[in-house]
């Protein structure tokens, strides 16, 4: 998936005006802020609401779709080691959310959140 398939399959969520005229380097902020605000609702709906909740089922899918755009957009032929130690996390945290989803557990998601947290304060440091 390009850089620009991403852009639109974002711009198709209703996150549309941050993505629009976004950067390179600000959409992938845009999509690890969304991440960890998803990763946040989902572990407090696998908490809180009913087995069937749709806001589970749209984080769930926000979540998945987030991580594939992050190791979609990895850049492993410029960005060694970085790339692959990203891809390694961003692995990490979708089998994490995958489990959790799946026995309505939160312990790998909230691990899952702290990754993308500290992954998200170092990218706004490079800016």
Not at 17 to 34: D, N, P, R, T
Not at 50 to 75: H, Q
Request: glycine share 4%.
């Amino acid at each position: 998936m390009n850089f620009h398939l991403m852009v639109k399959e974002y711009q198709e969520s209703d996150i549309m005006s941050k993505v629009e005229g976004a950067s390179k380097h600000e959409f992938i902020q845009i999509v690890l802020e969304e991440l960890y605000n998803n990763l946040n609702i989902l572990s407090d709906a696998i908490t809180n609401d009913p087995i069937r909740s749709s806001r589970k089922s749209k984080s769930f899918g926000r979540i998945i779709t987030s991580l594939m755009i992050l190791t979609d957009s990895l850049d492993f032929k410029r960005g060694e080691p970085i790339a692959s130690n990203l891809f390694n996390l961003y692995s990490y945290c979708k089998e994490q959310v995958l489990e959790d989803y799946k026995n309505r557990t939160v312990e790998g998601i909230n691990s899952s959140a702290a990754v993308i947290e500290d992954i998200l304060s170092a990218w706004k440091e490079i800016k």
